[in-house]
């Protein structure tokens, strides 16, 4: 069986990397974190005290970082594809910059090394219950060879293109997913200051044509749906800085395309300025916040 290495195992990367303990592969694992590698290590995993001793004689290494900065630290800066084996494949799943992703692909390949970009969507309930959404950018080939590994953790694999392409889309997707979340939370703040129940509203819309994955997967009033972060304080989940950055990332898009979006921008700044208000870390369906009059 295929040795795999793990890095990044933050509420996202944890729950992905343990589903494949529990397919059975064997794992060494890296994180910062020494109880998000506890964790793991308690599963079955092999912990590792750093990157390059994860991905030592590793036929598949798999990372989940926050950000570009952080991927390219670790790939180019830090120099791991000269501890990884020629003929490897990674599955780089960080949202990052498309620009990111390309020039740490053609690092990779100068070094013999095949890799695709594979951001996700479906949230910490999507990682933990192995139902991710996996949009890969790269070779088909090297797609057909990591598909095994995406299948115990994602139920939905889709091939963009070429390297970059995966995060390109899953920027699309992540600025529509805050500007829904932002204008459903703007709209259930509406019908409750007219006196409607939250529960019955959002029923109403998750039946009616303003439905939308936030209406009936992630209701961002509070104790509408156990499950959501909103009835947990709005704790775990996708944090409000996380989405910020995604929105950035597609600001940064729309800049070097000369694309107009105008409503991205208007959902960005509102996080911007939520962050800024001390919620960074919170879900980023607190957004709601902003609409409540007696929140802080």
Same mark, same amino acid.
């Given at each position: ?22 397919? /059975? =592969? ?11 590698? @506890? @964790? ?8 590792? #005290? $750093?990157? #390059? ?14 950000? !570009? ?6 790939? %180019? ?7 990884? @084996?020629?003929? $490897? ?9 498309? *620009? ?13 090394? &095949? ?24 070779? !088909?080939?090297?797609? #057909? ?8 953790? /994602? ?5 963009? /293109? ?28 509406? /019908? ?9 509203? #959002? ?5 009616? !044509? ?5 209406? *009936?997967? =992630? ?15 709005? *704790? ?18 729309? %800049?070097? $395309? ?9 959902? &960005?700044?509102? =996080? !911007?300025?939520?962050? &800024? ?7 980023? $369906? ?5 609409? &409540? @009059?007696?929140?802080?």
């Amino acid at each position: 069986m295929s040795q795999i290495a793990f890095i990044g195992l933050g509420h996202m990367g944890g729950p992905m990397a343990m589903n494949l303990v529990k397919a /059975g =592969y064997n794992l060494k694992v890296f994180d910062l974190v020494p109880e998000a590698v @506890k @964790k793991l290590t308690d599963a079955g995993a092999q912990a590792s #005290s $750093s990157a #390059s001793e994860a991905v030592d004689n590793a036929d598949v290494i798999i990372s989940m970082l926050p950000a !570009s900065k952080h991927v390219e630290g670790l790939y %180019l800066t830090d120099n791991l594809f000269d501890s990884i @084996k020629e003929g $490897s494949l990674v599955i780089e799943c960080s949202t990052i910059a498309a *620009e990111s992703a390309i020039k740490v692909a053609n690092a990779a390949k100068a070094k013999g090394i &095949r890799i695709i970009d594979a951001p996700v969507s479906g949230g910490t309930g999507g990682a933990i219950a192995g139902t991710l959404t996996f949009i890969v950018g790269g070779s !088909s080939d090297d797609l #057909s060879t990591a598909t095994p590994y995406l299948e115990h953790m /994602g139920s939905n694999i889709f091939h963009a /293109g070429d390297n970059g392409a995966g995060q390109v889309a899953k920027i699309c997707n992540n600025m529509l997913l805050g500007i829904l979340m932002a204008g459903t939370a703007e709209a259930l703040a509406l /019908g409750v200051a007219n006196g409607l129940d939250p529960h019955v509203l #959002s029923d109403i819309i998750s039946k009616s !044509s303003g439905r939308n994955w936030a209406t *009936e997967l =992630y209701n961002p009033w509070p104790g509408v749906m156990q499950q959501a972060p909103a009835s947990k304080n709005y *704790e775990g989940g996708f944090g409000v800085d996380l989405m910020l950055k995604d929105l950035g990332l597609a600001a940064d898009s729309a %800049l070097k $395309s000369n694309s107009s979006t105008p409503l991205g921008e208007l959902a &960005r700044n509102m =996080y !911007s300025i939520h962050s &800024r208000n001390g919620h960074g870390l919170l879900d980023f $369906s607190s957004i709601l916040k902003m609409y &409540r @009059k007696l929140d802080s």
